[in-house]
């Protein structure tokens, strides 16, 4: 039964083609990880700061002196958290939210977002605490980790494509993202006064990637083609014949996801048909 539960869990997170479970599951298990290890260090009481040493070794570093030696840590900070909550809230995000991304966007458009928001927010965090004055003086032990800032970039990508979409949140009922997006740049922006000012500021570069991103979509650039793998080429002998059906068939579904997908950045996603729903929710799923 054991072997059967560890199974699920593995397929589940990397053989669903879901990027969501990967992540979590990813997050998680790192978390699981570090937490077990932590158990000896704290029960021998020699007085070892763990949370310390991930900080040091995986966190990303304001100081700039540091980067040449810790120039990894831009990817792994995005997967430690700072305890049980810090996890569990992102990962919450990141899976109800993620659910709506996937439904309108591919999974390689999810893992650019994703990972290109970590990175944003890495970069925005060291700007910041070494440009602004009132956090020059105290830069050699700064350090930021956690997911936050990629799961930012996924919540404001989500909402600037469907900024309509209502989500139900306890004690506030039915919210529409483009307004929890917001209330959240908001709480960050005043949150870079705070003790957790590099936090807000990670937060803040995740959000430019994620609204930057759906902008220049929609505009017909897509970022996440880095991501995309190329062809191999092959030489087909065209005899004069005519296109097939089924590559016309294509042409005018991609034409009809597109028209779509201007519908629902102009009304939002609830101005949709059941048959426009339907056709946007298969698409998605290839």
Do not use: C
Not at 11 to 28: A, D, E, R, W
Not at 68 to 80: A, E, G, H, K, W
Not at 200 to 222: E, M, N
Request: hydrophobic share 50%; proline share 3%.
């Amino acid at each position: 039964m054991n072997n059967s539960i560890f199974q699920d869990l593995k397929n589940k997170v990397f053989h669903s083609g879901n990027p969501s479970y990967l992540y979590i599951g990813i997050n998680t298990f790192v978390f699981v990880i570090v937490a077990i290890i932590n158990v000896p260090f704290f029960l021998s009481g020699n007085g070892v700061n763990f949370d310390a040493i991930i900080g040091e070794y995986f966190g990303f570093p304001a100081s700039l002196a540091k980067l040449p030696v810790r120039f990894y840590t831009i990817l792994t900070y995005q997967f430690f958290h700072g305890g049980f909550l810090h996890l569990l809230f992102n990962m919450l995000w990141l899976y109800w939210v993620g659910r709506i991304f996937l439904d309108f966007l591919k999974p390689r458009q999810f893992h650019f977002v994703y990972l290109a928001g970590g990175f944003a927010g890495a970069i925005l965090f060291a700007l910041a605490f070494n440009i602004f004055p009132v956090f020059i003086s105290g830069i050699s032990g700064q350090v930021i980790i956690g997911s936050s800032a990629a799961v930012m970039a996924i919540i404001v990508a989500t909402a600037t494509l469907v900024p309509d979409y209502s989500i139900r949140l306890l004690l506030f009922g039915d919210v529409k993202l483009k307004y929890l997006a917001i209330a959240y740049i908001v709480l960050d922006l005043i949150g870079t006064t705070s003790a957790n000012a590099g936090g807000s500021f990670a937060h803040i570069g995740g959000a430019i990637i994620g609204f930057t991103y759906i902008k220049v979509l929609q505009k017909g650039t897509d970022w996440s083609n880095l991501f995309k793998k190329k062809p191999k080429l092959r030489v087909v002998k065209n005899n004069g014949a005519k296109p097939s059906a089924k590559k016309k068939e294509s042409s005018v579904d991609q034409r009809e996801i597109d028209s779509i997908l201007d519908k629902i950045s102009k009304s939002g996603y609830d101005k949709l048909t059941k048959e426009e729903k339907e056709t946007l929710f298969k698409a998605s799923k290839h």
